[in-house]
């Protein structure tokens, strides 16, 4: 195993070929964790390629892209696929990967998937498009993109408008994002372990609990995300209007697994770039004729003093106040409600949905040292957790 560079190939493979699953002694189950340890040591060590494959789709003309690195604790992908064998030593979970180059690949689908469920909420693309859109036109806008659908003009027998697919040169393509580069020169990959107790035992939480070794794609490792985008002329939606929101979205949804405890969060690696023109760039057609649509609803509770926990209560998990104090490009500055913690922290997320001065709940994710000097990581506050939001 001492020359693999397909990571993917080790990971299914060559992981488990010196591993000896018949004996019982404690020699061969050494021997096993040794063997183990040295796959994991050559998993963490692979650097990236020299040459990503998505300088392939930069080729195709169109193409419209943008670069977003892995925030801390990295990105996992594919933890549902089965791995382990209950050895001591392995890696629990599975692990998605490009079959032919063994990279950590975000598929283009999980991507489409992830935009396609934000545009439920149709007021949240409004904000991000900047203009009001009523239900029905953010799902029209929706159509148009992932289903390659638009308006034929009729009314079906129910009074509800009828739709056609457009040719497939119309339709909008969304490629997998592959990693490009990374900070510093380690591996793509880290080592990270979960530590569950009990669940659904009465005394589970007075268990010792026992870690889940997983791999994940470390922290500043820059994908890019690239898609062939079209103008809904319909609507008035340019294909750059598009690009800049599913960059949006995607920076404050996160993508892959466990996303609501900071996994698969991204922040900004480069500006947005177009590799070539986009295509059925043109004179707009005159928009729809929009139907008043109220803004967001302003939470019903009135603004008070941000409620204050204990310092001995920063923990992962926690969920905890705290108080949008400025805005920094795509990152709100917040202060948390913990007694006499005054370090400020750093959060991607919407910002016009979060103005200076909102009070919002939050989730730790992962505290570094104790006390009122601890590094505190939190997850990206929704738009749900918002508990007060001043007027504009």
């Known amino acids: 195993m001492s020359h693999h560079k397909n990571a993917g190939l080790l990971f299914y493979r060559g992981y488990y070929q010196n591993i000896d699953f018949v004996g019982t002694t404690d020699s061969v189950k050494e021997a096993n964790t040794a063997a183990f340890k040295e796959a994991n040591r050559l998993l963490t060590s692979i650097p990236l390629p020299s040459e990503s494959p998505a300088a392939s789709y930069e080729k195709i003309p169109g193409t419209q892209g943008f670069q977003a690195q892995t925030q801390y604790p990295g990105l996992i992908l594919g933890s549902g696929y089965q791995h382990e064998t209950r050895q001591e030593g392995e890696l629990k979970l599975g692990f998605f990967f490009d079959h032919t180059t063994g990279l950590p690949v975000i598929p283009g689908s999980s991507i489409k ?115 062939r985008l079209h103008d809904s002329q319909e609507l008035g939606v340019s294909a750059k209007e598009k690009l800049s929101l599913f960059e949006q979205l995607i ?100 910002v016009q949905l979060f103005p200076v001065g909102t009070l919002c709940k939050v989730q730790v994710n992962n505290v570094q040292g104790k006390g009122a000097k601890a590094r505190v990581n939190v997850a990206s506050p929704k738009p749900k957790d918002i508990i007060f939001k001043p007027e504009p």
């Open 113 to 227: 998937g992830l935009l396609r469920s934000a545009f439920s909420h149709p007021a949240l693309i409004g904000h991000l498009l900047g203009r009001e859109l009523s239900p029905a036109q953010v799902e029209q806008l929706a159509l148009a993109i992932f289903e390659g659908k638009e308006p034929t003009g009729e009314l079906d027998e129910a009074g509800n408008p009828e739709y056609a697919v457009m040719s497939m040169s119309r339709h909008d393509t969304f490629f997998d994002a592959f990693p490009v580069a990374q900070e510093g020169e380690k591996g793509v990959f880290a080592e990270d372990f979960l530590t569950p107790h009990a669940p659904g035992q009465s005394d589970g939480a007075f268990k010792n609990p026992i870690p889940i070794s997983f791999l994940k794609v470390r922290a500043g490792i820059s994908y890019r995300f690239l898609f």
């Open 251 to 350: 920076l404050t949804l996160g993508l892959g697994a466990k996303t609501s405890v900071g996994y698969g969060q991204f922040t900004n690696s480069q500006k947005k770039m177009e590799i070539e023109p986009s295509v059925s760039s043109g004179q707009r057609k005159p928009g729809l004729v929009e139907e008043p649509v109220p803004p967001l609803p302003a939470p019903k509770n009135e603004d008070r003093e941000m409620r204050l926990l204990p310092l001995e209560k920063m923990r992962r998990g926690r969920e905890v106040e705290a108080r949008v104090t400025a805005h920094q490009g795509r990152q709100l500055l917040l202060q948390l409600g913990f007694e006499g913690y005054e370090e400020i922290v750093r959060v991607q997320a919407a």
